[in-house]
């Protein structure tokens, strides 16, 4: 199943994609085939400080690779003071563009609430006082999420991999966050998640692969690559009837304008 665009200066940027060793034996051969489809250009988010100076090193293998650095709330009980001060030494990067992926996960609960709470709201200050949009993962823990984001004062980033309703639409868009999607929108079962990227403001919406992991339809049980991101573009094409080049038109200019990409 081929996508394909009319116009041939047409473009498209995941906004988060996990181009790391741990995932990929041949990074190079991963990012070459997304750009024979046009991704021209991935933000690559760190998981943990281990990752961080990884997704830096990745990211200069081309002018199109940028990085994020952060620390998961999977991880959350290894965050301390000295983690706090290798990130700010870290984000002096010029390939650093935004600090992530941080936030909370009530899910899984892998790292205690309070250790996520700590671990967010330090680097959310990170990404405040460096000026740097924040990346920001989400997992039950909404309402949290938006007091955090509200007390320390930093209204610029992105809830990646969306999964939440419409309903919160109105308090994101007072947050003045950006939301990006990922190959789960293309799911037969997630309707809702669907009707989130219908209804919301166009000029925040973002797409990604989250890639390994949530491989579109019709790829699901294959790991997912950055390739594969035209097939969750297109469907919010669909959802929002729009063509898939202006789609792709319309989230690579919110992703350049939200990480001011250099592009």
Same mark, same amino acid.
């Given at each position: 199943?081929?996508?394909?665009?009319?116009?041939?200066?047409?473009?498209?940027?995941?906004?988060?994609?996990?181009?790391?060793?741990?995932?990929?034996?041949?990074?190079?051969?991963?990012?070459?085939?997304?750009?024979?489809?046009?991704?021209?250009?991935?933000?690559?988010?760190?998981?943990?400080?281990?990752?961080?100076?990884?997704?830096?090193?990745?990211?200069?293998?081309?002018?199109?690779?940028?990085?994020?650095?952060?620390?998961?709330?999977?991880?959350?009980?290894?965050?301390?003071?000295?983690?706090?001060?290798?990130?700010?030494?870290?984000?002096?990067?010029?390939?650093?563009?935004?600090?992530?992926?941080?936030?909370?996960?009530?899910?899984?609960?892998?790292?205690? !609430?309070?250790? /996520? *709470?700590?671990?967010?709201?330090?680097?959310?200050? $990170?990404? %405040?006082? @460096?000026?740097?949009?924040?990346?920001?993962?989400?997992?039950?823990?909404?309402?949290?999420?938006?007091?955090?984001?509200?007390?320390?004062?930093?209204?610029?980033?992105?809830?990646?991999?969306?999964?939440?309703?419409?309903?919160?639409?109105?308090?994101?868009?007072?947050?003045?966050?950006?939301?990006?999607?990922?190959?789960?929108?293309?799911?037969? !079962?997630?309707? /809702? *998640?669907?009707?989130?990227?219908?209804?919301?403001? $166009?000029? %925040?919406? @973002?797409?990604?692969?989250?890639?390994?992991?949530?491989?579109?339809?019709?790829?699901?049980?294959?790991?997912?690559?950055?390739?594969?991101?035209?097939?969750?573009?297109?469907?919010?094409?669909?959802?929002?009837?729009?063509?898939?080049?202006?789609?792709?038109?319309?989230?690579?200019?919110?992703?350049?304008?939200?990480?001011?990409?250099?592009?």
């Amino acid at each position: 199943m081929s996508i394909n665009f009319t116009k041939p200066e047409t473009f498209v940027i995941d906004s988060h994609a996990h181009m790391l060793s741990q995932y990929y034996k041949d990074i190079g051969s991963v990012v070459q085939a997304a750009a024979d489809v046009k991704v021209k250009a991935m933000v690559i988010p760190a998981v943990n400080l281990a990752t961080c100076q990884e997704a830096i090193d990745v990211a200069n293998l081309s002018t199109n690779l940028f990085a994020a650095i952060g620390h998961h709330p999977h991880e959350a009980n290894e965050y301390d003071a000295r983690s706090e001060d290798r990130l700010y030494e870290l984000a002096k990067s010029p390939k650093v563009v935004a600090i992530g992926e941080t936030g909370l996960d009530f899910y899984y609960n892998l790292s205690t !609430k309070d250790e /996520q *709470i700590r671990a967010f709201t330090s680097q959310l200050g $990170i990404a %405040k006082e @460096l000026n740097k949009p924040v990346i920001v993962h989400c997992r039950d823990a909404f309402d949290e999420i938006f007091d955090i984001i509200t007390k320390v004062g930093h209204k610029l980033g992105v809830f990646h991999c969306f999964t939440g309703e419409p309903s919160m639409l109105e308090k994101i868009d007072e947050l003045g966050f950006y939301i990006s999607f990922s190959g789960i929108v293309t799911f037969p !079962k997630s309707s /809702q *998640i669907q009707e989130t990227a219908r209804l919301m403001k $166009i000029d %925040k919406l @973002l797409v990604e692969t989250d890639c390994p992991y949530l491989t579109p339809v019709p790829y699901r049980g294959k790991p997912n690559e950055p390739k594969y991101i035209l097939h969750t573009l297109a469907k919010i094409a669909s959802l929002r009837n729009l063509s898939v080049d202006e789609m792709a038109e319309i989230t690579s200019s919110n992703t350049i304008r939200l990480f001011s990409l250099p592009l």
